[in-house]
């Protein structure tokens, strides 16, 4: 099976701290993509990528920045964290194509 | 994108079937229809997709009306374990992968 890992499910942080979110894909797949989900609001595009260093701006990229130096492999990065930031925050990955996206199970984000 | 319509909660009897709809009145040609489903505190899980035909996998069935205007995702025998938010989502082959999640509909199934 895909698997989707992403490096912790629960995760606290303080106002103004520089935050990695982590997420391995082991299915060679060319496209990752970050969401968040918030009660209400959905689930919501942050940022997406289709190849090794390539990314392109979701619906909501304000406050957010990505990395992706390894196919397998796709950051996100809070440069400053804020409160309204709390989130679940939610990795996935495809194959080029309609195919199906796989997700990784989340990771609940609170900024204290 | 074009958009979707779906009801925001249905209840189903467990080992019954589950029709559950989707109205898609403005999809285009290049749309592919796609249905996730997301189980309480896990990331959404993909169930099914299709173009044109009617589609049957291990999880679901879709069943695609003939003008593409609707869809309905058909869960044969429905266990407690299918009760989750479940996403009719239009994708266009020719714009990329990104999937835009609407608010879905909330299925319960009653033991």
């Known amino acids: 099976d895909v698997k989707v890992t992403q490096s912790s499910r629960y995760l606290v942080k303080r106002t103004g701290e520089k935050v990695f979110l982590e997420c391995v894909q082991d299915?060679?797949?060319?496209?990752m993509f970050w969401y968040r989900q918030d009660p209400g609001l959905g689930l919501r595009l942050i940022y997406f990528?289709?190849?090794?260093?390539?990314?392109e701006k979701g619906d909501i990229p304000e406050g957010y920045s990505v990395s992706r130096e390894k196919k397998e492999r796709f950051s996100l990065i809070l440069e400053s964290a804020s409160t309204n930031q709390t989130s679940m925050y939610l990795c996935?990955?495809?194959?080029?194509?309609?195919?199906?996206?796989?997700f990784g199970s989340g990771t609940r984000l609170t900024v204290v | 994108d074009a958009k979707t319509t779906q009801p925001n909660s249905m209840e189903s009897n467990e080992e019954e079937p589950v029709h559950l709809p989707c109205n898609h009145s403005?999809?285009?040609?290049?749309?592919?229809i796609h249905w996730y489903r997301q189980l309480p505190s896990q990331g959404p899980e993909y169930v099914i997709h299709?173009?044109?035909s009617n589609v049957n996998n291990r999880m679901a069935s879709l069943a695609i009306a003939e003008d593409r205007k609707s869809s309905t995702l058909i869960l044969h025998r429905a266990t407690l374990r299918d009760a989750a938010v479940y996403y009719c989502?239009?994708?266009?082959?020719?714009?990329?992968?990104?999937?835009?999640f609407g608010e879905g509909t909330q299925l319960t199934v009653n033991p």
């Open positions: 996935a990955s495809s194959l080029i194509g309609v195919y199906g996206y796989t």
């Open positions: 299915m060679d797949h060319e496209n």
């Open positions: 990528s289709y190849d090794v260093k390539m990314k």
């Open positions: 403005t999809i285009s040609g290049t749309d592919y």
């Open positions: 299709g173009l044109t």
């Open positions: 989502i239009l994708r266009d082959r020719g714009s990329g992968s990104r999937l835009t």
